[in-house]
T-cell receptor
Framework: RKEVEQDPGPFNVPEGATVAFNCTYS??????FFWYRQDCRKEPKLLMS???SGNEDGRFTAQLNRASQYISLLIRDSKLSDSATYLC???????????FGSGTRLSIRP | NAGVTQTPKFQVLKTGQSMTLQCAQD?????MSWYRQDPGMGLRLIHY???????DQGEVPNGYNVSRSTTEDFPLRLLSAAPSQTSVYFC????????????FGPGTRLTVL
C-alpha cells in the first residue's frame, strides 16, 4: 500500500463548479501536510499548507482529519486556469522524507 | 536568485551507461531531494539530504547514488542505466518562510534505450 494515496481522477467539471479531492496517508506519525499543483510538463509548486484547524486561501480550502488520516482540498467557483494535477504531500518530521501522492488530475471545461 | 537549477534538460542514454544529473540551488537551503516522476505514479522520492555530508534513502533508491559535499550541490548518479530508469527527474530544495515549501528545478527528461 502506498504511504499517500489519492484518487487519480480525472475530474472533469464545468467552470464555476465546486470540486473536492481527498488524500489518505498511512503513517499516523505524519506531522505536516501540503497541497501542490503541477501543470502539464512543469515542476510542482506549493499551493497551500494544511493546518490542523483547516485553512482557506481565496477559493481554496484545505482540511485535515488526523483521526481518519486524510486531508482534503476544496475548490470553489472553479476557473479554467485551475486545470492541473493536484498533489497531496506528507512530511513525517522536520528531518525526514517528504512523500507525494500520485496526484489527482482536474480539468475545468468552459 | 536562480533558484533550483538542473542540467541537462534532456538526456538519452544506452543501457549500461552511467551519468550524473546535476542539481544546484543558491538559496542556502539545507534540505534537498531527488524525485522521479512516471505517468500515473506521481513523484517518488529517490534520495534526500538534510545538510552537507548527510544523505538518506527515499522510496526508490536502487540504481542511484547521491552525495552532498556542499550545501549548494546535490548530484544524482545513475550507476548503470536501465530502461526502467526512463523518467522525468526533479530536484528540490526546502525553504520558504516556515521552511516547509519545496522549490523544484525544471526537471531532467531521461530516456534509456
Amino acid at each position: 500500500r502506498k504511504e499517500v494515496e489519492q484518487d487519480p481522477g480525472p475530474f472533469n467539471v464545468p467552470e464555476g463548479a465546486t470540486v473536492a479531492f481527498n488524500c489518505t496517508y498511512s503513517n499516523s506519525a505524519s506531522q505536516s501536510f501540503f497541497w501542490y499543483r503541477q501543470d502539464c510538463r512543469k515542476e510542482p509548486k506549493l499551493l497551500m499548507s494544511v493546518y490542523s484547524s483547516g485553512n482557506e486561501d481565496g477559493r481554496f480550502t484545505a482540511q485535515l482529519n488526523r483521526a481518519s488520516q486524510y486531508i482534503s482540498l476544496l475548490i470553489r467557483d472553479s476557473k479554467l486556469s485551475d486545470s492541473a494535477t493536484y498533489l497531496c504531500v506528507v512530511r513525517y518530521s522536520s528531518a525526514s522524507k517528504i512523500i507525494f501522492g500520485s496526484g489527482t488530475r482536474l480539468s475545468i471545461r468552459p | 536568485n536562480a533558484g533550483v537549477t538542473q542540467t541537462p534538460k534532456f538526456q538519452v542514454l544506452k543501457t549500461g551507461q552511467s551519468m550524473t544529473l546535476q542539481c544546484a540551488q543558491d538559496m542556502n537551503h539545507e534540505y534537498m531531494s531527488w524525485y522521479r516522476q512516471d505517468p500515473g505514479m506521481g513523484l517518488r522520492l529517490i534520495h534526500y539530504s538534510v545538510g552537507a555530508g548527510i544523505t538518506d534513502q527515499g522510496e526508490v533508491p536502487n540504481g542511484y547514488n547521491v552525495s552532498r559535499s556542499t550545501t549548494e550541490d546535490f548530484p544524482l548518479r545513475l550507476l548503470s542505466a536501465a530502461p526502467s530508469q526512463t523518467s522525468v527527474y526533479f530536484c528540490a530544495s526546502l525553504g520558504g518562510r516556515d521552511r516547509n515549501e519545496q522549490f523544484f528545478g525544471p526537471g531532467t527528461r531521461l530516456t534509456v534505450l
